[in-house]
């Protein structure tokens, strides 16, 4: 069964009411229907071509324009709370209570306004019982007046003045029939909402806010139903933002040194630490004999970028603002005397080496305990990635990570299996995910191997060019390969949400995406519920926007029990029947299982442990078995025959939509930063091509441009998008990696140049040659094509190859064939890869094109009959005066 985010027919809206009434209900500023109509009718269309929901009334989020705050926050749900400064702060645990229990809850009340709040009560009020997640969401974005069961106002001591807080018990009575109680008489999980009234300045008594929380109510003392436990399996994320500074080329045989931005991530990894508490947490809740059921529902969701990262720390690294420049001379000496200028804090060792080696030593042990999958590195967008039609960008973001994990963690990770944060796949990027197959040969599976395969076979590897360098190219790509993807030898799966397969083939939980390719879904209601945990609640693009509210609104004890006992129902609404046969014996009906998917993001360690407790409760319990990721992500064969069949048969035309975004994804990279990944991978890929391995050098060309691409991928990341009050400071960073990678490039660029002669050239003959320096400063050799444009009926012959050394020079000539008129004549030349792509900035030589009559000889020619001349006339002259000077001698 799906039980995902769909819109509904009725939707309300949350009012106040006056005290000891139930207020009644106002219809909401768009009705179900109305806001379906109207989304619809006022989108339009957005980054990678998802519609966007027009500007509407309601508060705005700093740093985003009205347009795109619509986008993450309904501004018809909650409205009232959303205007309120008034706000209510959830203290007590409230996770599984027992049916006929009371308990004493525990509330702050914050005054965030300028106004001085008297006369404030607070009472508790729920929904009826909900069965599922779905159903669960959207009943605590509903009106109060759905809240109709109603428990007693408690007065909070006041007046409550600017910028003060209190925090007050109110009784929690699950008994039934209790005059006191909120009219719970049978166990479920109910919507539950802290009304709070209040008299702010001089006006009335009025609603002011509320607070709101899933609530689950058991009875101990009931007859267990005949059922079958689903199965349960859970990913345990472990990411965190490195502060790789970008622009880091490769180096060999030695990698390259290790500069951060700064030194976070060490005090992530050091005790008490973030990173050093969630995989304690793991470690003791798994180890042992009572934690194996929990270790084998399990499985560490590691992000490759991460612990590439941590392993390198081990051997020290640097802290420092920028990185420089592989292609850069010897410093002049002048340039050394001002060694003493560089600020003394510019750089300086990293702290965390030993806290790096000690985490990764138990993180090893815990990976060889278990199971352990790769994320997409850096939690890059896999939608993102493919958008830019490199196949190289998309090899890396696709199988690298496997292979860090294998290589850092000494254990071998799940293979084909691809986890996009996003929670889905576009028809686009499903025609690329064959390229996920990580158990191919070595030469299709490694990118670097498959580029090297590509180039013995003389088969292009980048995009042809000879106008314009990759790097200004203005053009977007088109995200489908160039050329169909042969189908993996071995099936790839695919991680979605089960509300972003709509069209696509399905057999039960799994669907087909293109062949070879399964969409294996989990309930996209749960993880959006699961998603607004943690001190930076997330907004996914899988979430159904009537749901869609500021998560703030509710303190983060009330988000985390929603949470928890939104897991509990999962699982409760999964379980299968016991169907009787003849003879009256149970036959068990195998449930769905749950893929329980938290949030990928830098979640507070003690929420993440929560979700994990609770999961290991359900299994204790036995209301849930433990089900290895493996066998909840692998569909049987007879699953696998139908979905082939039906993926055939289903065959769609290119661009038709069946599967992806189910609602607009105000999270995604923009086009500019698809563009600027496109042109820098292209660019990045045309070096390549221009260079060629040497074997006296370990370094290879692919090794050297590698950590560029993996920039990129970082650029293109989900973490930190999907949260809105975080989303314009995540943009500004993946900018500022996209411009430091540019420059990088730019640098690169401009180390293979042909270099001006700084002079007109002045022809004798149309034969003179014109000679030109061609300069390398890559630190692999050059083998470049030389390319001119000029005047009509000019004819250049360059060389048919120009081999450049590593970090050389040469000089090379040529000849040309140029009209006579105009007397001077413009070329412009550029280098080139083999491929015909462009790598260099254009150079401009000017030749004197003058005949031979009035050109150099004809100049020389007559110079020499002038300088003869005047020696003549001087000879005469000095002669003359002899002359003269012996007459007058004679006459004296």
Excluded at 156 to 172: D, E, M, N, Q, Y
Excluded at 481 to 508: K, Q, Y
Aim: charged share 20%.
């Amino acid at each position: 069964m799906i039980s995902s985010d769909f819109p509904r027919s009725a939707v309300t809206h949350p009012t106040g009411g006056d005290r000891g009434r139930v207020p009644g209900r106002r219809v909401r500023a768009l009705g179900g229907s109305l806001l379906a109509a109207g989304l619809l009718a006022a989108t339009t269309v957005g980054p990678a071509g998802h519609p966007t929901i027009a500007a509407a009334q309601g508060r705005s989020v700093v740093g985003l324009p009205d347009e795109m705050t619509a986008q993450w926050r309904n501004p018809s749900v909650r409205e009232d709370d959303a205007a309120s400064d008034i706000g209510i702060r959830l203290e007590s645990p409230l996770e599984n209570l027992r049916l006929g229990t009371k308990q004493i809850v525990s509330v702050t009340i914050v005054n965030r306004s300028n106004e001085v709040v008297e006369d404030l009560s607070l009472r508790l009020q729920r929904a009826n019982a909900v069965a599922d997640t779905a159903a669960a969401r959207l009943a605590l974005t509903d009106d109060q007046s759905a809240y109709g069961y109603t428990g007693p106002f408690t007065d909070v001591p006041t007046p409550l003045r600017p910028g003060a807080s209190v925090t007050i018990g109110l009784p929690l009575d699950t008994t039934p029939d209790s005059p006191a109680g909120l009219g719970i008489g049978e166990p479920g999980v109910y919507p539950v909402m802290i009304n709070l009234n209040g008299r702010p300045g001089e006006g009335i008594i009025r609603y002011l806010t509320s607070e709101r929380f899933l609530l689950a109510v058991d009875d101990p003392d009931a007859a267990p139903h005949p059922s079958v436990a689903p199965g349960i399996t859970m990913l345990w994320p472990l990411t965190a933002p490195t502060g790789l500074l970008a622009g880091e080329t490769g180096e060999a045989p030695l990698s390259a040194p290790l500069l951060l931005e700064n030194d976070d991530l060490a005090a992530q990894l050091q005790d008490g630490g973030r990173l050093d508490q969630l995989l304690d947490t793991y470690v003791d809740a798994t180890s042992g004999e009572s934690g194996s059921a929990l270790r084998e529902a399990t499985c560490l969701a590691v992000d490759p970028q991460l612990i590439d990262v941590v392993d390198r720390m081990r051997d020290g690294y640097t802290v420092a603002a920028e990185r420089p420049s592989p292609v850069s001379g010897t410093r002049r000496l002048r340039d050394s005397w001002r060694a003493d200028s560089i600020p003394p804090d510019a750089e300086q060792p990293g702290a965390g080496a030993a806290a790096a080696d000690e985490w990764l030593n138990r993180l090893r042990a815990a990976a060889g305990q278990g199971c352990t999958v790769a994320l997409p590195w850096a939690g890059t967008d896999i939608n993102a990635v493919t958008r830019t039609g490199n196949q190289w960008l998309v090899r890396e973001a696709l199988s690298r990570g496997t292979s860090v994990v294998a290589r850092v963690l000494d254990t071998e990770p799940e293979q084909n299996l691809v986890i996009p944060l996003s929670g889905y796949v576009t028809e686009s990027t499903a025609a690329w995910l064959p390229l996920a197959d990580t158990t191919a040969a070595e030469d299709t599976v490694n990118p670097e191997s498959a580029w090297e395969n590509l180039q013995r076979n003389e088969l292009p590897t980048v995009r042809r060019s000879t106008d314009t360098a990759a790097l200004e190219d203005p053009a977007m790509p088109d995200p489908y390969p160039l050329e169909p993807i042969p189908a993996p030898a071995a099936g790839v799966r695919v991680l979605v949400t089960d509300n972003s397969v709509w069209n696509a083939p399905t057999s039960g939980r799994f669907a087909g995406l293109g062949a070879g390719v399964t969409g294996v879904t989990y309930q996209g209601s749960l993880a959006a519920t699961l998603a607004a945990t943690g001190p930076e609640p997330l907004t996914v693009g899988y979430s159904n926007p009537e749901t869609r509210h500021d998560p703030n609104l509710d303190s983060d004890r009330a988000r985390l029990t929603t949470g928890t006992t939104a897991l509990r129902l999962a699982v409760e609404a999964a379980r299968g029947e016991a169907v009787p046969t003849g003879d009256g014996a149970p036959v068990p009906e195998a449930p769905e299982p749950v893929l329980v998917v938290p949030p990928v993001a830098p979640t507070a360690p003690a929420d993440s442990a929560e979700l994990l407790a609770t999961v290991a409760r359900l299994l204790e319990s036995g209301q849930a078995r433990p089900l290895s990721l493996h066998e909840a992500t692998t569909p049987d064969a007879d699953t696998e025959a139908a979905l082939a069949r039906s993926t055939e048969s289903a065959d769609a035309e290119r661009g038709e939509s069946r599967f992806g975004a189910p609602f607009p994804d105000p999270s995604v990279p923009s086009d500019g930063e698809v563009l600027a990944a496109t042109q820098q991978s292209n660019y990045m890929n045309d070096l390549t091509q221009l260079m060629v391995n040497d074997p006296g050098i370990a370094l290879t060309r692919y090794e050297f441009m590698r950590p560029l691409m993996l920039d990129l991928l970082r650029g293109l990341t989900v973490i930190g998008r999907r949260n809105a009050e975080e989303y314009a400071a995540a943009t500004a960073h993946a900018n500022r990696i996209f411009t430091l990678n540019r420059e990088m490039l730019e640098r690169l660029q401009s180390s293979v140049a042909l270099l001006p002669p700084g002079y007109v050239y002045t022809r004798v003959s149309q034969s003179s040659p014109l000679l030109i320096v061609a300069r390398n400063g890559l630190p692999l050799p050059v083998d470049g094509r030389i390319s001119y444009h000029g005047p009509p009926g000019s004819v250049v012959h360059v060389p048919d190859q120009l081999w450049i050394p590593a970090k050389g020079s040469i000089m090379t000539q040529m000849t040309a064939d140029l009209p006579t008129e105009p007397d001077k004549v413009t070329l412009m030349l550029r280098l080139s890869g083999s491929q015909g792509s462009v790598v260099s900035d254009p150079v401009e030589i000017t030749v004197q094109t003058q005949g031979p009559l009035i050109g150099l000889l004809g100049r020389l020619i007559i110079g020499a009959l002038v300088i003869a001349l005047i020696i003549r006339l001087i000879q005469t002259k000095i002669v003359r005066r002899i002359r003269g000077a012996r007459g007058t001698v004679g006459q004296r």
